[in-house]
């Protein structure tokens, strides 16, 4: 499938800022779930500062505004054509160890409520278990946007019964490494079925699955992602995979505002 993706990202202060420093991870690469025909990356407000593959592999880009203005705005847009692979990605690859992706971080620390959700999960094979894994995160944690944020360790959204997809995420990622399995944090797109336009960008989770590799799970969907899914970055957590982060310099209030459309 091929799919068009643009994501606007607009930040707009109130008063000229002092200094601001972004990170941006928005470029897709190609691997055996998905080739990019084309991408772009237009900053308007802010100079690009360098770029470079971090040690997760994603391609990073930093971005500086140093007075005078009151708005950025990043744009990125392009063609990505995707297959189908039952959420197989293939085996690791990279500079990180795969032993880093079993080691915990402050937003997938597994306590009671995640270790409870990891032993209810019962027996059988390495796939059985991640999917009857990923059900029943789906139906613990209803998807309600507002109740959580980006800070919200997994345990918190686990007793809360609510969140967003990247709650779900941390919610799998945790439970996953309390039974054994590394696990990884994706950010990237979805295309909906019932919209285009989308008001953020996608997240789920992937679990290394002896003798296939990293397996890739939605619990917000309840899916393994097949071919309207395109990765962007990954990491531990959201953290490490955000699209788009950064620090802010002085006293102007943020606001902002995205907007993401993936069509066919």
Known sequence: MRLKITHSTEYSYDAPLQYLLQRLRLLPQSGPTQTVSSWAIKIDGA?????????????????SIEGGHNTVTVEASGEVLTRDTSGVCGPHQGFAPLWLFAQETPLTTAGDG???????????????????????IGERVAYTPGTTSAATPAEEALALKSGVCQDHSHIFAAAARAMGFPARYV??????????????????????VPGLGWV???PANGISPD????KIA???DYRDASPVSGILLGQAQEKLAVTVRVEQ
């Open 216 to 218: 890739a799970f939605d």
């Open 114 to 136: 995640v270790r409870g959700l990891a032993e209810a999960v019962g027996k059988g094979t390495d796939i059985e278990r991640l999917h009857r894994l990923m059900a029943v």
């Open 187 to 208: 950010s990237g797109y979805l295309m909906m079925d019932a919209a285009v336009e989308q008001a953020a960008s996608h997240a789920w989770a992937e679990a290394h």
């Open 234 to 236: 990954i990491g531990r």
């Open 47 to 63: 100079r690009e500062e360098v770029r470079f593959a971090d040690h997760f592999g994603n391609d990073t880009r930093l971005v």
């Open 227 to 230: 071919e309207r899914y395109v």
